[in-house]
């Protein structure tokens, strides 16, 4: 089991920067590959970012490379995620999720493929 809880979201305009970050907790954090999904208003829910614990692999959607930045601190089982020169497009409920990958499939990209989430938070960019 692995708890989650968001923080950081907030009103930014165009152009600007914001940090979330993710506290983990339960057993065994360390195990599980870690992402930020994101769903705007009538859309679905949608991959941002994802890392492993271990080997260090990060992966972006095209829309936020270069843009966002995922990372982590491993002393207090944080994971961040930077959002730099944001858009009215990122606009969205930012979640963090957590995926213990049984079969090793990878597919950070899938929804379907994280057990954990957090409650997430709003993040809203004016223009």
């Known amino acids: 089991q692995v708890q989650l809880v968001e923080s950081g979201g907030g009103l930014v305009q165009a152009g600007g920067s914001l940090r979330l970050s993710c506290a983990a907790s339960?057993?065994?954090?360390?195990?599980?590959?870690m992402g930020w999904l994101r769903q705007a208003p009538g859309k679905e829910r949608e991959f941002v970012a994802a890392?492993?614990?271990?080997?260090?692999?990060?992966y972006y959607a095209d829309s936020v490379k270069g843009r966002f930045t995922i990372s982590r601190d491993n002393a207090k089982n944080m994971v961040y995620l930077q959002m730099n020169s944001l858009e009215p497009e990122d606009t969205a409920v930012y979640y963090c999720?957590?995926?213990?990958?049984?079969?090793?499939?990878?597919?950070?990209?899938?929804?379907?493929?994280?057990?954990?989430w957090g409650q997430g938070t709003q993040v809203t960019v004016s223009s």
């Open positions: 999720a957590a995926s213990r990958d049984p079969y090793g499939t990878n597919r950070y990209w899938s929804t379907s493929w994280y057990t954990y």
């Open positions: 339960g057993r065994s954090v360390s195990m599980y590959r």
């Open positions: 890392f492993t614990w271990s080997g260090g692999d990060k």
